[in-house]
C-alpha cells in the first residue's frame, strides 16, 4: 500500500488555506450563482449587521447568509463531480445535481424565516 506524506503544523495550515483560495477563486471565476449570492450577501451582511441590536441578533442574521454562500460552495462541487464523471444524462447524476440545488433553496428559505423571525420579534 502507497502512502502518502502528509503535511503537518503551519505547512498544512497553509496547504489548507491555499486550497480554500484556490477553491474559492474558482468558484468566483466558474459559478454565476456564487457570484450572484456573493453580491447578495454584501448588501445582506451589513444591514444584518446594521439590523441587529444585539451581538446575538447580528449573528442571527449573518450566518444564514453565510450559510448560502457555503451551501453554494458544496453545491459547486458536487456538479463538477458529476461533470467530470461523465456528460452524458445520468438519472443519478440529475438527482445529485437537483439534491444540491435543494439545499441552496433551503438555505434560502432558511435565511428568509431567521430574519423574519429576528425582525418581526421586535
Known sequence: MLRRHKLT???RL????????RGLAGAFRE?????????????????GIWLGHSGVERALLA??????LI???LNSAIEATVDRIGLERH???GLA?????????????????VWLLVLAGR
Open 31 to 47: 459559478e454565476q450563482a456564487f457570484r450572484q449570492e456573493l453580491a447578495f450577501a454584501c448588501v445582506a451582511l451589513p444591514v
Open 71 to 73: 451551501v453554494e460552495l
Open 63 to 68: 450566518a444564514p447568509v453565510l450559510l448560502i
Open 9 to 11: 503544523g503551519v505547512n
Open 91 to 93: 438519472a443519478l447524476a
Open 97 to 113: 445535481k437537483d439534491v444540491g440545488s435543494a439545499a441552496v433553496l433551503l438555505s434560502f428559505v432558511l435565511f428568509g424565516m
Open 14 to 21: 497553509l496547504t489548507a488555506f491555499a486550497s480554500s483560495g
